[in-house]
């Protein structure tokens, strides 16, 4: 991949990981939803600003994957996207005091080295 592609690339995940923040933020202000209200809290989601906001990430981070995949195979492009997942534990981790067992970190070990092999270039 050329350098525009991996700022391509990143971005989107950035978008994604940051979408998946503000949504987390947001629904911590929703609160729980069960049957009983459902509906109020569907309504409810226009009005916090953190949902729409990651909303709004994620619409973004759509866009940058497409513009990726204008230019790189998707066999690739796609895999990658799983740092994805690794970013957001570490945002877990530092924001929401979530903690990360030692199976969830060879997990994610096992991840990056997937996408490393992924994009290797032989």
Do not use: D
């Given at each position: 991949m050329k ?14 990981v ?6 987390k ?34 619409g973004?981070?759509?866009?940058a994957?497409?513009l ?7 066999s ?5 996207t ?7 534990v ?8 979530e903690?990360?067992p ?9 991840i990056v080295n ?5 994009v290797?270039?032989?």
């Amino acid at each position: 991949m050329k350098f525009a592609e991996i700022c391509l690339l990143l971005m989107s995940i950035i978008a994604n990981v940051s979408g998946q923040f503000f949504l987390k933020s947001g629904a911590l202000k929703l609160g729980k939803v069960n049957l009983s209200n459902l509906f109020t809290h569907v309504l409810n989601i226009v009005t916090i600003p953190e949902l729409m906001v990651g909303l709004t990430c994620y619409g973004l981070g759509a866009i940058a994957y497409i513009l990726v995949l204008t230019r790189v195979k998707l066999s690739i492009v796609g895999p990658c996207t799983a740092l994805s997942y690794v970013f957001a534990v570490v945002l877990g981790y530092w924001i929401f005091k979530e903690t990360i067992p030692l199976t969830r970190i060879l997990g994610l070990s096992l991840i990056v080295n997937g996408v490393i092999l992924v994009v290797w270039k032989q």
